[in-house]
């Protein structure tokens, strides 16, 4: 049956979702513009309200917790700005600005000191302490505040790096906080903000990277990316293939490139409408400007409950794997400002299912078929010639792993946590455990742009060798996890010696529809399990040459004995590893070739793969 034209794009659920969404958007618009023409007392009075509020509703337990946590969090959370952060921490940052192509003033951020060293010059002349640049990119209305608004030194990712004898910089896009000028417009000028990724990946990513490599006069440096951050990459090294010369290696942590979709109904209808709709909602310059507003007259745990409901509403994220101390200290530096049309971009390719470009063209209401007649540039991601190393969540439904293998050239390499949402990658209690050891095997196998066999050989066999210390390690003798005191394990490996507790929750990954399975996985659900890792180790890591177990083999099968819930399987070469109570240091390793997903084994003389299960 034909569909009507216009009305037939969306059915009567998605319009009644929509006309509701639209509501909302003008009725916080509304107070938003009362509440900026409410004197200061007035606001005062509604924080202390909304804190006596909860207050009221809040159990003495609670209470005592807060106030514990207190003293954590609040200096962060009230610090203005990067340099307040890290200051707080014992670390110098430098400021620079770059100008882009286009005229934009970018805000970058460097950290190349370690406590003591401010007075020593780094990568700045022939006398200068020499150090690898690594360059960190936050994600979609963020900020590089994100990546140190951490309540504990050991979980921040720049810090450790800083602390390894890297020389640490961190970018931000044009619009937000640290970027907000331009030699040709005003931010209150609506030219200002008609930027979308492509302007991030044609100027934003390549001009900040050329003036890092000027500035430290190193050919060359590994990028780390969160969220869009790696979506930005993707798309800036597919379009400039000289760039892929200059990054060593390409670390996407909750890597973004074509969502499957949203959890949440409306929003879902959001992207299914046409640009124009979003723009009349959201305006033509800064999206969700208010966000501060609201910062500004809630109470910091009522603030904190917001965001958290947000994101299970239009996310279906849980956030159990962050303490509260933690969110209480890093919301408050969650947003930055940035374009409506960057955030309709996002909407044009999970509507499309394709890592495209903008798409300018209006879309007439007289057709479907206009795809027919016209195609949006996609970006050549299978063309980047950079090493290419995922980690990603199970848990994160803005993650879909499959579809992304698929456009990613034949070197990728996917490590999977299974239990990790999206913002765990910055926030949770063990990132410091989970995620940071496949950054740092990264970083060290992956030392020039020269992108060699020799530098993925390096990468493997560092990758072995932290599976193999998790694996070792795994057997202790397990101990509960409070909510803020996450020290009681000692390194990333015994995490999987935890059993469930108190807060154990933190730990168990609700199911998940985005995770992708695999033939040989063995599924353990019994009480006694917890949420685990899926690995499959690289070639050559148990047989030698003549086919016999070399001792990796024997001390993993040694190590494993006796633990509940546990299963290995060797087949031929390869191994996949399902242990009941492993967490981490073993994480799932996946190299693609083609479009394929692989797991490594070898067939023997006969065309018969040798099998050995425990």
Request: proline share 6%; aromatic share 10%.
């Amino acid at each position: 049956m034909p569909t009507i034209p216009f009305l037939g794009r969306l059915n009567l659920t998605e319009y009644v979702a929509l006309l509701g969404s639209i509501l909302l958007v003008f009725t916080e618009a509304f107070i938003r513009i009362l509440t900026l023409a409410l004197p200061s007392t007035v606001i005062s009075l509604c924080y202390g309200a909304s804190r006596r509020l909860f207050n009221r509703f809040t159990s003495r337990e609670t209470k005592r917790a807060q106030i514990k946590k207190k003293n954590v969090s609040s200096g962060i959370r009230d610090a203005s700005d990067f340099v307040d952060i890290c200051a707080l921490n014992g670390f110098y940052a430098e400021e620079h600005v770059v100008q882009t192509g286009d005229g934009y003033l970018l805000g970058l951020h460097r950290l190349a000191w370690r406590k003591g060293e401010d007075d020593r010059k780094v990568n700045q002349g022939p006398n200068s302490l020499k150090k690898p640049v690594v360059y960190l990119h936050h994600g979609l209305m963020m900020n590089s505040e994100v990546w140190v608004c951490l309540t504990d030194e050991e979980r921040c990712l720049p810090f450790q790096l800083v602390d390894r004898g890297y020389d640490v910089w961190l970018g931000n896009n044009r619009g937000n906080k640290y970027s907000k000028k331009s030699i040709k417009y005003s931010p209150t000028d609506i030219p200002f903000w008609n930027f979308s990724m492509d302007d991030f990946a044609f100027h934003d990513i390549p001009d900040s990277i050329n003036y890092i490599l000027e500035t430290t006069s190193q050919p060359s440096l590994s990028y780390i990316g969160f969220s869009q951050g790696t979506a930005q990459a993707f798309a800036t090294l597919s379009v400039h293939p000289k760039l892929n010369d200059q990054v060593n290696v390409f670390i996407a942590l909750a890597p973004a490139m074509s969502p499957a979709g949203l959890s949440n109904g409306i929003v879902d209808a959001l992207c299914k409408t046409s640009p124009q709709i979003l723009f009349l909602m959201f305006g033509r310059r800064s999206i969700l400007a208010s966000a501060t507003m609201w910062q500004s007259i809630l109470y910091p745990p009522i603030f904190v409950r917001l965001i958290d409901m947000g994101l299970s509403f239009l996310f279906g994220w849980h956030a159990h794997n962050m303490s509260t101390s933690q969110k209480l200290a890093a919301y408050p530096h969650l947003y930055s400002f940035t374009s409506t049309k960057s955030v309709v971009h996002w909407f044009q390719i999970m509507r499309t299912k394709s890592f495209q470009m903008y798409d300018d063209d209006v879309q007439p209401v007289v057709s479907r078929s206009v795809s027919k007649y016209t195609k949006v540039a996609k970006f050549p991601t299978r063309n980047i010639k950079t090493p290419i190393v995922l980690v990603y969540g199970g848990s994160d439904s803005l993650v879909d792993i499959k579809a992304m293998l698929r456009e990613l050239p034949s070197h990728t390499i996917a490590n999977e946590i299974p239990h990790y949402e999206h913002l765990d990658f910055l926030w949770a209690r063990e990132v410091d455990k989970l995620v940071f050891p496949h950054v740092y095997d990264a970083l060290e196998a992956f030392s020039d742009a020269e992108h060699s066999k020799e530098e993925y050989d390096a990468y493997r066999t560092a990758r072995h060798a932290s599976y193999r210390a998790g694996l070792l390690k795994s057997t202790i003798a397990p101990s509960d996890i409070s909510e803020d005191d996450s020290s009681q394990i000692g390194t990333y490996a015994e995490v999987a010696g935890t059993k469930p507790g108190n807060d154990a929750d933190a730990l168990i990954p609700p199911p998940s529809p985005h995770r992708p399975t695999s033939s040989n996985e063995y599924d353990d659900s019994s009480d006694a399990s917890s949420p685990v890792a899926r690995t499959q180790f690289y070639p050559n890591c148990l047989e030698n040459g003549n086919g016999n177990t070399n001792p990796l083999a024997k001390e993993l099968k040694k190590a494993r004995s006796g633990s509940i819930g546990s299963n290995l399987s060797f087949e031929g070469r390869g191994i996949s590893f399902r242990p009941g109570m492993a967490v981490s240091g073993v994480i799932k390793g996946v190299e693609t070739k083609g479009n394929l997903s692989m797991s490594h084994s070898d067939d023997d003389g006969q065309g018969k793969k040798k099998k050995l299960k425990r």
